[in-house]
Nanobody, 124 residues
Framework: QVQLVESGGGLVQAGGSLRLSCAAS????????MGWFRQAPGKEREFVAA????????YYAESVKGRFTISRDNAKNTVYLQMDSLKPEDTAVYYC?????????????????WGQGTQVTVSS
């Protein structure tokens, strides 16, 4: 089992920045693909970003490309999501995920483990 704990969420004004962290514990493995998803009230969970285990490949939703940056530190078993130029439509609960056999990083069902989520609220 792998446990994922997100942190770094909060309230920020539009145009501001936040950095989310996701710490992994348990049977951690740096070979996991790590992803970030988000879910706004009344909406389905949607893909935000993902990173392969060596960091050689990253993936972004079109809505966040150029504004968000995903990175990882395998020595610390931690993945980060730097969010800049935040918009009110970025408001959601952000979830960290980990998967050992992720073929399609954009699909939630490719991931084995999920965190509890952290709230991000962007005011206009």
């Amino acid at each position: 089992q792998v446990q994922l704990v997100e942190s770094g969420g909060g309230l920020v004004q539009a145009g501001g920045s936040l950095r989310l962290s996701c710490a992994a514990s348990g049977r951690t493995s740096s070979s996991y693909t790590m992803g970030w998803f988000r879910q706004a009230p009344g909406k389905e969970r949607e893909f935000v970003a993902a990173i392969r285990w060596r960091g050689e490949s990253t993936y972004y939703a079109e809505s966040v490309k150029g504004r968000f940056t995903i990175s990882r530190d395998n020595a610390k078993n931690t993945v980060y999501l730097q969010m800049d130029s935040l918009k009110p439509e970025d408001t959601a609960v952000y979830y960290c995920s980990a998967g050992s056999m992720v073929i399609s990083p954009q699909r939630p069902n490719n991931y084995d483990y999920w965190g509890q989520g952290t709230q991000v609220t962007v005011s206009s």
